[in-house]
């Protein structure tokens, strides 16, 4: 599937079993296709598969260059993370909320619900922005927002779900420290009066009804 969520059948083959004669006539379709090399597989642990990789592409040169973690090192700041989180309403019907993180930053930059994320929903919201995928990072954030947000919600509706995660994420990139960057918040508030910090006092201002608190300074 490329970015504008078109989907293309590369190679097919029937087999009476998923040996490694099998996966090895599947890989010679690619191999007469174009297909040069292989970066990543997805595969629910089938040795034939992976034999049949090793035999016909191991030997295949890569090109050399810098490594995934320079790369995000060199542009962290240009990459976005994006995954689906589904969620379970009060009558047990399914909703997808579907999120867009900056990977250098941590912020959120985009969130949508749906009760169908189908192709053409999903490709329209990758057309908003264009991201490149960093799925590691907005994995993790997935895990924040079940563990600090939805696992203490009843949702009824695909309405309140949008409400409750725009008020989590406004407080995910304005109030909540990250350890990825260094303790840091996604979205720094900048003060243009400098004040006495002996002197202002700190409120606690509630999210979400209580659940978390955000801690600012006053004079």
Not at 11 to 27: H, T
Not at 34 to 48: C, E, F, R
Request: charged residues 20%.
């Amino acid at each position: 599937m490329d970015l504008e969520g078109n989907k293309e059948v590369l190679a097919l083959r029937a087999c009476a079993e998923e040996s490694k004669e099998g996966w090895l006539g599947l890989l010679h379709d690619l191999r007469t296709r174009g297909a040069t090399q292989i970066d990543l597989i997805v595969t629910g642990g089938h040795g034939g598969l992976l034999a049949a990789l090793t035999e016909l592409f191991a030997a295949t040169p890569r090109p050399t260059g810098q490594s995934w973690r320079t790369f995000l090192c060199n542009h962290g700041g240009e990459i976005w993370a994006c995954d689906f989180l589904q969620v379970t309403d009060l009558f047990f019907h399914s909703l997808f909320a579907f999120f867009i993180i900056e990977l250098q930053s941590r912020k959120v930059i985009h969130v949508r619900v749906t009760r169908s994320p189908t192709d053409v929903w999903t490709a329209q919201q990758l057309r908003e922005a264009t991201p490149p995928r960093a799925n590691a990072i907005c994995e993790r954030f997935l895990g924040s927002v079940r563990r600090e947000c939805l696992d203490h919600m009843l949702i009824l509706s695909e309405k309140q779900l949008h409400r409750v995660l725009r008020a989590y994420i406004e407080y995910f990139n304005r109030a909540r420290p990250h350890q990825g960057i260094h303790q840091q918040v996604p979205e720094r508030t900048v003060t243009s009066v400098v004040s006495d910090q002996l002197a202002d006092r700190i409120i606690s201002v509630p999210i979400l009804g209580g659940l978390h608190h955000e801690y600012r300074r006053v004079a």
